[in-house]
């Protein structure tokens, strides 16, 4: 198992072929899924053809950007995934976005902002990245509160041409941001 970051009670590590049971499981609950698609769960097939090759295809790339498997120590349980990555259409790897993704058993237990802590840290410590951003919709008050207690700062509002409507999604969506000027200084 190739960890990538360890926390007080999270593993991080590389997603291997193996893992294509746990997305289809997380992507299968229509709560988790809500603020993705509206709730419709991703198809085995899609899991296996397309998902989980992006999420390896990215650890072949980079040793520094992707998509990681998020275990919970205490149990050994696959509870989701996070990522940190450049903006898919511009590539700017010294300003990645960060994302996440949990099991609906691991919300309210503070793992979303343990794990984007520790994410935002190595984006800084160990990248050099100049700035960490992360977006969602506007009524996705689950994920803007995670972003807010791991630090990053609400940035801008703005109106994304999403493929699916969601209930919600006329309020439009929110980008947070850290600099790692802003990030320095806290510490």
Known sequence: MEILLETDRLILRRFTDADADHLVELDSDPEVMFFINGGRPTSREEIEESVLPRFLRYHRESEAFGFWATIEKSTGSFIG???????????????????????????????????????????????????????????????????????????????????????????????????????????
Request: proline residues 5%; charged residues 30%.
């Open 81 to 187: 995934w996070f990522h940190l990555r450049p903006e898919p259409d511009e590539g700017l790897l010294d300003e990645p976005e960060l994302g996440y993704r949990l099991r609906r058993s691991a919300w309210g237990n503070g793992y979303a902002t343990e794990g984007s802590r520790a994410l935002i840290d190595s984006a800084f410590a160990d990248l050099g990245a100049s700035r960490v951003w992360a977006q969602t919709m506007v009524v996705n008050t689950g994920s803007r509160r995670v972003m807010e207690k791991a630090g990053l700062r609400f940035n801008r509002l703005f109106h994304a041409d999403w493929p699916d409507r969601i209930p919600g999604d006329e309020h439009g969506d929110v980008e947070y941001s850290l600099t790692r000027e802003e990030w320095r200084a806290r510490r």
